[in-house]
């Protein structure tokens, strides 16, 4: 099992979406990560057979997505952004649709509906309509489809973005309970999601692919440049914009500065432990000058 990217690129026209990016990918989930723009959605829809690159391969166990077509599609699940529904179809007739248009016997069709409805937990409301439904059972529902023929490559695009919590939480345990025999590539802008989950990551800016890292080594390459300073009232704007604040975060009953800078930005400044976030505001910080 693996996917191989030779030195793809995509444009349109003269705008580079994409370009020069090498990646193999084996089994495990990939965090994919950058901001709007980046070429994420560029890059997945190519792995999904959707567009064709401008230049370069997409090599499965060798061969060339496109020349395989409907065989790599048979083994390709693939969660959208912004699925649309019908909304009259029940929660069951959708899957069992969905199933038929994968190629499903009706009756095999019923019975993977079945187990489907129950992994992602909306078998009590089988029978529901859709358009009733809340944005994460609508989620869960998405997840479900992609899970029809078992793939062995899952992509993901921006699952949990618009759930609640407690959803993203039940979403990001059923994709990690998926994770241990395919490639899963999870595209997201909500970065939490994905850092107790995923076992590497690949950042993307401005169609490159600037790091693919496991998890843990990324976030240790952050020690040293990330701060906590905790907030007084009287910070002026001036210092707020000098210190380059990333984000603003609470513990022990107290708010703190979360600071990323190579030099320790003042003398009560304390070095917690660095996390994806931070990773992130480095790499991507927009304020100064995107980042690294
Ligand atoms: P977002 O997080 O906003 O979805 P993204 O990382 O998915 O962004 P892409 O949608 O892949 O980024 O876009 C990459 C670049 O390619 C952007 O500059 C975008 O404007 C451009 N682009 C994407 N699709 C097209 C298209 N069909 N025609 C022209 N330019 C496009």
Redesign the pocket.
């Known amino acids: 099992m693996k996917l191989e990217l030779k030195n793809l690129s ?1 444009f ?2 003269k ?4 370009e020069g990016v090498d990646l193999t990918l084996d089994k495990g989930i990939y965090a994919l990560l ?10 997945i ?1 190519m792995i999904a057979t959707l567009i064709r690159p401008t230049a370069g391969k997409l090599l499965w166990d060798g061969r060339d997505i496109f020349e395989m077509g409907e065989e790599y599609r048979s083994f390709l699940g693939y969660m959208p ?1 912004n699925i649309s529904y019908y909304k009259e179809f029940s929660a069951e007739m959708f899957l069992q649709y969905m199933c038929e248009m994968k190629g499903l016997k009706p009756r095999e069709g019923r019975g993977r509906t079945t187990e489907l409805l129950k992994l992602v937990a909306l078998e009590d409301v089988a029978k529901r309509k859709v358009g009733s439904f809340s944005g994460g059972m609508k989620q869960r529902l998405g997840i479900a489809q992609a899970l029809i023929n078992d793939p062995k490559l899952l992509i993901l695009d ?1 699952p949990t973005a618009g759930l609640d919590p407690k959803e993203r939480i039940r979403f990001r345990n059923i994709i990690h309970s998926l994770g241990e025999d395919r490639i899963i590539i999870y ?1 997201t ?1 909500i970065v939490p999601d994905v850092e107790h989950i995923a076992g590497r990551v690949l950042l ?1 800016r401005r ?1 490159k692919l600037i790091k693919n890292n496991e998890m843990g080594e990324l976030i240790s390459q952050m020690q040293g440049l990330v701060w906590e300073l905790p907030l007084k009232e009287q910070v002026s704007e001036e210092r707020m914009e000098e210190l380059a604040i990333s984000n603003i975060t609470q513990h022990g009953g107290k708010l703190y500065m979360r600071i990323i800078s190579e030099e320790q930005p003042d003398e009560e400044a304390l070095a917690p432990e660095p996390c994806l976030e931070d990773v992130y505001m480095y790499f991507f910080n927009e304020s100064q000058g995107e980042g690294k």
């Open positions: 995509k349109y026209g705008v580079r979406a994409l950058g901001p709007n723009g980046a070429g994420k959605t560029t890059l829809s952004q921006e595209c802008h993307l169609g």
